[in-house]
């Protein structure tokens, strides 16, 4: 068998490898192979073809790898508006059902609905809200 079927076969189960572990080494590993499989296409000797299967694996290793990784770790975005509110406490105001009710959220006040309809909270109670749907915060209660 050519060298270079080798290399590309190795190449090939590397990549899939990468797929299945999402580490970003193994799919760099298997771009060397595939850059070794050309220079075997080529026909080039084995230590040249050696040579720049490590040549490529460890450029891939020191440079590519430290950006993936810091790409793919990226911290949570922030909240802003509306959507901030999702998940903080608040506390009951006016009795909330599902219809009506008010909550206080910071320092704001809002109407609210119970996100279970079937629920009537009462006023002083600590709710978590759930969403908000235009200017009502449906709340549920914290247990």
Do not use: C, N
């Amino acid at each position: 068998m050519d060298d270079w079927v080798i290399w590309l076969v190795l190449a090939v189960v590397l990549g899939v490898a990468e797929i299945f572990t999402l580490t970003a080494a193994l799919g760099l590993l298997g771009v060397a192979a595939l850059l070794t499989a050309g220079t075997a296409a080529l026909g080039l000797p084995l230590a040249v073809q050696l040579f720049v299967f490590t040549l490529s694996a460890g450029a891939g290793m020191l440079v590519v790898r430290p950006i993936a990784l810091r790409q793919i770790r990226q911290p949570q975005l922030k909240r802003f508006g509306v959507e901030a509110l999702v998940g903080k406490p608040a506390s009951v105001v006016s009795q909330v059902t599902g219809h009506d009710g008010r909550v206080r959220i910071g320092s704001e006040e809002w109407s609210a609905r119970a996100y279970d309809e079937t629920l009537v909270i009462p006023v002083g109670a600590t709710v978590d809200v759930i969403e908000i749907e235009g200017a009502t915060a449906l709340v549920y209660p914290r247990e």
